[in-house]
């Protein structure tokens, strides 16, 4: 999920985006919660990514403490839900003090069969985590680990950030606008998206239910015909990860 309009929603209502924010974070916990509910096995947030550190000092360093004050409250409700929290991201470039508590709701929620993954995108960009990966197989290309030859997208999948978390079936945009914005390059090749005019504090359970309904009628073909898929799948089949609100 691209969580965007936090700005825009406290502009509306003639309140600092600070607020906007605040609920912003309150959205996070109803979704996570809906989305255990529904059985959805993975969800990746975009909560903040590499551009967002060139916004004003004072909005990154207010979304910083947001984040940590966030996940000092969030770790009992992730417990409960049997909810296992993860990161990707260039995450040695957040605040010591983020890498700490986040580090300590990772460590705290891990198990080896969770409800959900919930994957937080923290000083994330779909492009850095190509160079990153670019350069793990460059280095053990160097290393005489792997021929050039050997390079193939099932290696470089598995030099993504988190490889075990399947490409997602759908992408939600919230904030009615239409792009990526270098949100999971690699992995959205084939996936799903859904863009609602919402604003990312408006965003309740009723708004995902009716996300899912619009994918559940999509037809996936993953480049073959209309005719090919409709003789063999039924027309919602996913890519083959877990998914469970199917
Ligand atoms: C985009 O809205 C939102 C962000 C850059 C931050 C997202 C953060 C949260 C939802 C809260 C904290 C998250 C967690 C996981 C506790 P925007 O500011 O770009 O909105 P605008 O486009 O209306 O200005």
Redesign the pocket.
């Known amino acids: 999920m691209?969580?965007?309009?936090?700005?825009?929603?406290?502009?509306d209502r003639n309140f600092g985006?600070t607020r906007?924010?605040?609920e912003?974070?309150k959205?996070?916990?109803e979704i996570v919660t809906a989305c255990c509910r529904k059985g959805i096995k993975y969800l990746t947030?975009?909560?903040?990514?590499t551009e967002?550190w060139n916004?004003p000092g004072f909005?990154v360093n207010m979304?910083m403490r947001?984040?940590v004050?966030?996940?000092k409250t969030?770790d009992k409700k992730l417990l409960k839900n049997n909810v296992a929290l993860v990161a990707q991201g260039s995450l040695e470039r957040l605040p010591k003090f983020v890498q700490l508590e986040l580090n300590r709701v990772i460590r705290q929620t891990s198990t080896e069969s969770p409800t959900l993954y919930l994957n937080?995108s923290?000083s994330y960009g779909g492009r850095q985590e190509i160079v990153d990966c670019a350069r793990k197989i460059a280095s053990e290309v160097a290393a005489g680990k792997y021929s050039i030859d050997q390079i193939d997208e099932e290696l470089v999948r598995s030099r993504l950030y988190h490889p075990e978390i399947p490409d997602p079936d759908l992408l939600i945009r919230t904030?009615g606008?239409y792009r990526v914005s270098n949100f999971l390059l690699w992995e959205i090749a084939y996936t799903e998206l859904y863009v609602t005019k919402t604003?990312?504090?408006d965003f309740g359970p009723a708004e995902l239910d009716e996300a899912l309904s619009t994918f559940s009628t999509r037809q996936r073909r993953f480049g073959k015909t209309s005719e090919q898929v409709a003789e063999t799948e039924p027309a919602f089949e996913t890519s083959g990860a877990a998914h469970g609100f199917l």
């Not at 691209?2 to 700005?7: A, E, F, L, P, R």
């Not at 947030?45 to 990514?49: D, E």
Request: hydrophobic residues 45%; aromatic residues 10%.
């Open positions: 691209i969580m965007d309009g936090n700005g825009r929603w406290a502009k985006r906007g924010h605040r912003g974070a959205r996070v916990d947030l975009y909560a903040f990514s967002n916004r909005e979304l947001l984040l004050q966030h996940l969030m937080l923290l904030g606008e604003l990312w504090p």
